[in-house]
């Protein structure tokens, strides 16, 4: 009988632990690989690496608004980007790199659509070959799930979330090559 109340114990724990779980997962944005016909060379490749903020609302604001209104924006912007990128490339792990390859066969190309107050950053990724033919996207990639809490500085908060999308998007591509060895 003892046994009996432990194993209910731990089954309302479980299934209590379960239900978090979905719910959790249920609020996450949707990062779904739409287009993947990387070749099985890429492996190996540096890819030119470019991220566009154009298109974004930065804080609810345009990019040239926010620029006005965080006078450090414009010379903050490459610290991001290099964030975003040293994220990507610890994603990836070895042999394999993405960076400033202007000469490269392939171009990751990063549009940001969304930072949030929190620094939360939701962005659309292509990597495109020479002849600038998408082949592989991810939609609304982020870095995780958006905190509820945000500490330091706009600029700080925008650099920690750039680098945790990064690495996310380096998992997502080392998961997506090494499926093409298969």
């Given amino acids: 009988m003892k046994n009996l109340k432990v194993l209910t114990s731990n089954m309302r724990k479980i299934v209590a632990i379960s239900l978090l779980l979905t719910f959790f ?3 996450l944005p949707a990062q779904t690989i739409t287009k993947n016909s990387l070749p099985k060379d890429i492996k190996e490749a540096r890819m030119n690496f470019q991220m566009d903020f154009s298109h974004a609302l930065i804080f609810g604001m345009s990019e040239k608004e926010f620029a006005k209104f965080e006078v450090d924006w414009n010379k903050d912007k490459k610290n991001v980007i ?9 994603g990836l792990g070895k042999g394999f790199k993405i960076g400033d390859y202007k000469e490269a066969v392939y171009t990751v190309k990063v549009t940001v659509s969304t930072i949030t107050e929190e620094g939360y950053m939701i962005c659309d990724v292509d990597i495109v070959d020479q002849q600038n033919k998408n082949r592989f996207h991810i939609d609304q990639l ?5 905190p509820s809490i945000s500490v330091g500085t706009k600029l700080a908060r925008i650099k920690i979330w750039a680098a ?5 998007f380096g998992r997502m591509l080392k998961s997506a090559l090494s499926n093409k060895e298969k």
Avoid at 164 to 168: F, Q, S, Y
């Fill in 82 to 90: 290099k964030k975003f990128k040293t994220g990507a490339n610890m």
């Fill in 142 to 146: 982020t870095g995780g799930k958006e």
């Fill in 25 to 27: 997962s249920a609020n």
């Fill in 164 to 168: 945790l999308t990064g690495k996310k």
